[in-house]
């Protein structure tokens, strides 16, 4: 396999694993919250592990209904995500071409 995709499954696969199993806050989100009845909507960061059921205590979530990302929370995984492994693969290649 090439050096570059290779680089960039790895980057991929441990990026992925930090974002997607430590509670970091780092994506706009929003909280909808329903209490008493009345339903609100909060804007608040979110992690992506909060989508596989990691990071959060159960009784934290007691009124949330429902969460989910931004654009710009989407715009900002999907960086991270492919947007940083894409980066490490390339400079890998280029490293590689001088060579």
Partial sequence: MNRPI???????LLIGGVLFLLP????????????????KTISAPLSLSYFLGF???????????DYYLTGEGYA?????????PFLVALRIHYRNKLI
């Fill in 6 to 12: 290779l680089a960039f499954f790895l980057s991929l």
């Fill in 76 to 84: 900002l995984a999907i960086c991270l995500l492919f947007g940083i």
């Fill in 55 to 65: 990071g959060y205590e159960e009784k934290d979530m007691e009124n949330v209904q």
């Fill in 24 to 39: 970091i806050n780092l994506f706009s989100g929003k909280i909808v919250e329903n209490s008493s009845g009345v339903s």
